[in-house]
């Protein structure tokens, strides 16, 4: 069922106080003399979150295996300076460039966007390209430099906005058009001392046409601010660098637009997209069991590029492997078909001492985890079965 977000629900968010909306210009933030908000908005407590400055990854021993959806206050926070503010009311997503028939271009509120377009849900898989980097150091002796994620920044949501195909062709996208620039309304990002402007990312028109999304709420509520409020770009599957927040300009183009971040970064002699795959337990490290007795395990896989098809798992280390039981209204619903499948293993009996927990997936094109990720010099596409430690006694 469709879920239309209305503009009173909107207007009401808690963490858009009257004095930042009245304040904030058009797609502008809140005037740095009057901000007064730290770089991420929610509560990160450390309870649920690894609190790492401008982000903050989701604990996963804090999942709660009933719940298939990721809560917005729970997903993680990716930024490159600090959450904006942004004035709904004012805001307009402004589509331009030489791949429109008009290439001066159109501009769109959002009741403009909820009027004229249809609109749909979407369930996917949300996931930073950096998502397992500590592992590159702790696993595989290979340190990269950026935030030292475990796996705690993904989370699976069920967006609501329109399909930005159906926004492209009321724009009159040309045939002819390849490549298109989302930019986001965040802060200009400093990187040594050079200003590199707002952060941005070029995307190929054929995946705007496919699944691309104008997400305006996530889960049946509004954006929060940390997650892109008023309107985001969610490009289902693909690294979360691509989906730019707090989206306030797409630019078409017949020609391949670049920017730093599918150049300079979330580049392996290419610019990436489809997120790999992985697995994480519902556990905290060096978690106690209790030996001799029977415990049931719970943990989550993914993947960018189709469902999950299978999930193996390992209580001796790597020796020996059995299948999970996978939850199939998760790994066969088509409504999940872009989202995580959750699993179950009953490990019998366990005898006391230190173990290496291990979960292996596969999706549905044969995709299945390594044991070593490969390396690069950013530490992105962390994919080796991570050896999860606990302890039995």
């Not at 995307?203 to 305006?216: G, I, N, S, Y």
Request: hydrophobic share 40%; with cysteine.
């Amino acid at each position: 069922m469709s879920l239309s977000v209305d503009r009173r629900s909107l207007l009401a968010l808690p963490a858009v106080g009257a004095a930042g909306l009245a304040a904030a210009r058009l797609g502008a933030l809140v005037p740095p003399a009057q901000a007064a908000s730290p770089a991420i908005l929610k509560p990160t407590p450390p309870a649920t979150f690894i609190d790492f400055g401008t982000n903050a990854e989701m604990r996963f021993s804090a999942v709660d295996p009933r719940r298939y959806l990721t809560p917005q206050p729970r997903l993680f926070v990716r930024n490159h300076t600090r959450t904006p503010q942004i004035d709904p009311a004012t805001y307009r997503l402004r589509l331009h460039g030489d791949g429109l028939r008009r290439p001066e271009g159109v501009s769109l509120g959002l009741d403009e966007l909820r009027r004229r377009f249809r609109v749909v849900e979407l369930t996917s898989v949300h996931e930073c390209t950096g998502n397992g980097r500590s592992f590159f150091a702790t696993q595989q002796g290979t340190p990269a430099p950026g935030t030292q994620w475990t796996l705690g920044a993904v989370g699976t949501v069920r967006w609501q906005g329109v399909r930005l195909r159906d926004v492209l062709r009321w724009a009159g996208v040309r045939p002819d058009a390849v490549s298109i620039q989302a930019v986001g309304l965040d802060d200009d990002y400093i990187d040594k001392g050079e200003n590199l402007g707002r952060v941005r990312r070029a995307f190929p028109v054929a995946k705007a046409l496919d699944d691309a999304l104008l997400a305006w709420g996530a889960n049946g509520r509004p954006l929060l601010p940390d997650h892109g409020f008023p309107l985001r770009l969610v490009l289902p599957g693909w690294v979360g660098i691509a989906s730019i927040k707090w989206l306030g300009e797409l630019e078409v183009a017949r020609r391949e637009l670049t920017s730093p971040w599918n150049t300079r970064w979330y580049n392996i002699g290419g610019p990436l997209t489809v997120n790999p795959v992985r697995s994480a337990w519902e556990l905290p490290w060096e978690a106690a069991l209790p030996a001799g007795r029977s415990v049931v395990l719970t943990g989550r896989s993914w993947s960018g590029a189709a469902p999950i098809a299978r999930v193996e798992i390992s209580t001796d280390g790597g020796t020996t492997w059995r299948a999970a039981r996978l939850r199939r209204d998760d790994a066969r619903s088509a409504d999940h078909g872009n989202g995580w499948t959750r699993w179950s293993h009953v490990w019998r009996s366990p005898r006391a001492g230190r173990h290496e927990l291990l979960a292996r997936a596969t999706d549905r094109l044969g995709r299945t985890q390594p044991d070593v990720a490969a390396a690069n010099p950013n530490g992105y596409f962390f994919d080796a079965v991570v050896r999860h430690p606990v302890v039995v006694g």
